[in-house]
C-alpha cells in the first residue's frame, strides 16, 4: 500500500427535502453574502431556485444570482462571476446544479480569492493560495464536484478545457437530494453514470499494489452503479436507483477510492478533456467513447490487474490466460455502454475522425508533444494518436 | 434509504513515516500552545514522543505534555488535563495514542472550551457547545476515534462508563503509521480488530432498508479486517495487514458504514460499557464475548438481515432458511472469533457471571430501568439481564 491523504471535509446533507437546510447550513458558514450560481434555468423552471432564495431569506443572508453556466463551463462567465463578486462583496458561493455549475463556482471562488488571472491556475503557471468558501445543491449526479478538490473549465480562445486541483475548492457543504435529478433524460443520467464510474476505474486500473479495502470499495462502487444505470433506463423515478447513484457519485472522486494508489492513470480524463473543449460533448459519453480503445492498447502493462477488474467487476469468468480474460473485460464494459445507450467510439459521440482533427487532438492532449498523460503506460502524443485512432 | 449526514472532516495523513509530519500539521492548525496527551510511557519508551517533539521543536510550536491516560480513560486524569490547560494557556491538544488516549483528549478539549463539570456531557445533562481543536497521531488501530464524533470516559465514582458524541471532537487530522502499530501484543491486536469490526456490524445489523453501497462498503470492510486479523496472529510485523486493519477502523467508525442506515444498533457496545466500567476489559474482547448472546436474542426480529450477513460477511452457504442460515452466521462468527483467541463468553473474559453481578449490569446498563438500548430489538433492563445470562 502506498502512503496517502486523504482528505474530505465537505458536510454531506443527503435525502429528501434536504434543500430545505440551505439556508441554514449557509449561515452556519459565517458568510454575510452569497453569490447563488446556476446553469440553463431548468432549476428556476422547477422552482428549486425560489425555494433555496426562501431559504435563505429565512435564514436572513443576503445574495445575487449568476446563471447561464453551459456543459463544459467557460473561462469568459467566469470573469463575469468574479467582477460580480467584487462588485457585491460576495463572500460565499452557492452552487445550485451539477458538475459544470459547481467547476465554475470553483473558478470564480479562485478568480476572487487570488490576484492576476485566474486561468493561469489551469494552464499551470501558477498555483491557487486559496479560494472563497463554497456551498452546493446537487441536481445532477455525475462528476463528483460537490465533495472533490478539482474544477475543469473550458477557455473559448483555442476551446482548451483543464483541470486546476486544489483542497481550497472542496465545497462547506453539499446538499444532496435524489429527487431532483429524477426529471433528467436518460442521455445525462447515463452519461452521469459512467463519469461516476470511470472516477474509481481512473484510480482503480493503476500500477499500485495491495490495496485490498480500496480495491473492495472500488469494485462494490462500480458494481452497484452499473446495476442502478440500467435501472434509471427503465425507470427514472426510482428514489432508491437515484439515491444509490448519487452517494456512489460523491465516494467516487472525494478520494476514497484512490487511498493507498499510486494516484491512478486518469488518461482516458486527459483523452475526453480535449473532445470536450472541441466538440462540447458530454462528458460521461466522451469517456465511454475513448476508454475501451484506451484499455486495450495499455492492458498489456498490467494484465492481472485488468483481468482482475474483469471478474470482480465485470463477472467475467476467469480464463486463467490473464490478457484474454482482460480482454473479455473490456468487451464486457463497452457491451454494458452499449446496454445503456452510451457510445462506445468517437462516431457514435458524434465526432468526424479523420486523421487531421485526431491529429489535432493528440497534439493539443500532448501539450503540443510536450507531456505523457497516463500511468499505467505513459503515453506521448503518437501514443494517443493510435489510441484516437482505434476509437474511431 | 434514509436521509443521512454525512461529516469527516479529519485531515489523514497515513503511511511509512508520516509521524514525521506532525510538527507541520499542527502548525497549520494555526495554534501556539499545545497539550501532547498520551498513555502509559510505551509512546516514551519507543521513542515516538521525542521525534514527535524534535517535529514540533522544528516547527517552532510550543507544548506541554500529560501522560498517564490507561484504557478505559478515567474522569480524574481528564479534570487535571483541563486545570493544565488552563494554567498553560494550551489551544491545541495532540493525542499520541489509541481510542483511550485520544477519547481523553476529547473531554479535556470540552472540559476547556465549556464551562461547569465536564461529565455533564457524558451524563447527558447538558451539550457541549464547542470543543479545543484536536490532533491525533495513532498507535493502535480500534476504536476509530481518530476521525469519530464519540468519545467515552469512565467515572471512578461508581465505574460508570459513558460516551458523549458531537462534531466538535472530530479531529483536525490523523497521522496514521501502520509500522506503529507492529508491537502491540497480540490480544490488544485481536481486541481491536473485534472493535473495528463491531463499529460496522453495529450499523449494519439495524431496522432499515435499501443501502446497497453502504451494504457492500461494509460487507467488505469486515471480510478485510476478518482476514488481515488472522494474518496478524500469525505475523504481527505483516505492514500490509496493519495497514489494512488501520484504515478500516478509520473507515468504520467516521459515518461511512452508517450512511442511509437508520444509524444502527449499538445494544453490544452498551453491554460491553458496563462491563469496561465495571472490569476494565479490553473494549473489543468485551464486545466478543457479547455479541453472540446478543445477536440470538434479537435476531428474530430481522431474520433475513442476519441471514444475508451470514452470507455475505461469513461466506455460510444460504439454507433457504433464514433464522438457519442466521443462526449459522452467529456460530462462524464466534468460532472466528475464538480463532483469534478472543473471548465469545463473560467467564473467558474473566468476569465471574453472579446472578448478583449480572443483575447489577443489567440495572446499570438500564439506567435503573430508565431506558431500552438497540434497535432491532429495543431492549428493557430484563433482556439486557437475560442477554448478560446467555453470555455467562
Redesign the interface.
Known amino acids: 500500500?502506498?502512503?496517502?491523504?486523504?482528505?474530505?471535509?465537505?458536510?454531506?446533507?443527503?435525502?429528501?427535502?434536504?434543500e430545505q437546510q440551505t439556508g441554514q447550513l449557509v449561515k452556519e458558514c459565517g458568510c454575510r453574502k452569497v453569490l447563488i450560481h446556476y446553469g440553463s434555468g431548468s432549476v428556476k423552471k422547477s422552482g428549486l431556485l425560489d425555494g433555496i432564495c426562501a431559504s435563505l431569506d429565512q435564514a436572513e443572508v443576503d445574495y445575487v444570482t449568476l446563471g447561464g453556466v453551459v456543459p463544459n463551463p467557460r473561462l469568459s462567465l467566469v470573469y463575469e462571476g468574479i467582477k460580480l463578486c467584487r462588485k457585491e462583496s460576495v463572500d460565499f458561493i452557492l452552487a445550485v446544479g451539477g458538475g459544470s455549475v459547481i467547476d465554475s463556482a470553483k473558478a470564480i471562488g479562485y478568480g476572487v480569492s487570488n490576484e492576476g488571472d485566474v486561468w493561469d491556475f489551469y494552464a499551470k503557471k501558477r498555483t491557487p493560495q486559496g479560494c472563497l468558501p463554497l456551498g452546493v445543491v446537487l441536481t445532477i449526479a455525475a462528476a463528483g464536484s460537490e465533495m472533490s478538490n478539482s474544477s475543469v473549465i473550458t477557455k473559448e480562445e483555442g476551446w482548451v478545457k483543464r483541470g486546476c486541483n486544489s483542497d481550497f475548492v472542496r465545497p462547506k457543504f453539499a446538499v444532496m437530494n435524489p429527487e431532483l435529478t429524477m426529471t433528467l433524460p436518460a442521455y445525462q443520467t447515463e452519461s452521469g453514470c459512467v463519469d461516476i464510474m470511470m472516477h474509481t476505474m481512473e484510480r482503480y486500473l493503476n500500477q499500485a499494489e495491495?490495496m485490498?479495502?480500496?480495491d473492495?470499495?472500488s469494485?462494490?462502487?462500480i458494481?452497484?452503479v452499473m446495476?442502478?444505470a440500467r435501472i434509471l433506463l427503465e425507470n427514472p423515478r426510482d428514489?432508491?436507483a437515484r439515491?444509490?447513484v448519487m452517494?456512489?457519485g460523491s465516494?467516487s472522486h472525494n478520494g476514497?477510492t484512490g487511498?493507498?494508489t499510486d494516484g491512478g492513470d486518469w488518461a482516458s480524463h486527459q483523452l475526453e478533456h480535449e473532445l470536450g473543449g472541441m466538440y462540447d460533448v458530454a462528458h460521461g459519453a466522451g469517456l465511454a467513447a475513448v476508454w475501451g480503445s484506451w484499455a486495450r492498447y495499455v492492458m498489456d502493462a498490467r494484465p492481472e490487474r485488468f483481468a482482475r477488474f474483469a471478474v470482480q467487476v465485470m463477472g467475467v469468468e476467469d480464463t486463467g490466460n490473464a490478457m484474454e480474460t482482460a480482454e473479455k473485460g473490456v468487451q464486457a464494459m463497452e457491451g454494458f455502454y452499449r446496454s445503456v445507450q452510451m457510445p462506445t467510439s468517437l462516431r457514435e459521440l458524434g465526432v468526424e475522425p479523420t486523421e487531421e482533427i485526431l491529429r489535432e487532438l493528440a497534439r493539443k492532449c500532448s501539450f503540443d508533444g510536450g507531456r505523457t498523460i497516463g500511468c499505467v503506460k505513459k503515453l506521448d502524443q503518437e501514443d494517443i494518436f493510435r489510441i484516437y485512432q482505434n476509437a474511431r
Open positions: 500500500m502506498e502512503n496517502f491523504n486523504y482528505f474530505a471535509p465537505t458536510k454531506v446533507v443527503f435525502g429528501k427535502g434536504t495491495n485490498e479495502l480500496t473492495g470499495i469494485e462494490c462502487l458494481r452497484t446495476k442502478n428514489y432508491e439515491a444509490e452517494w456512489a465516494l476514497l487511498c493507498g
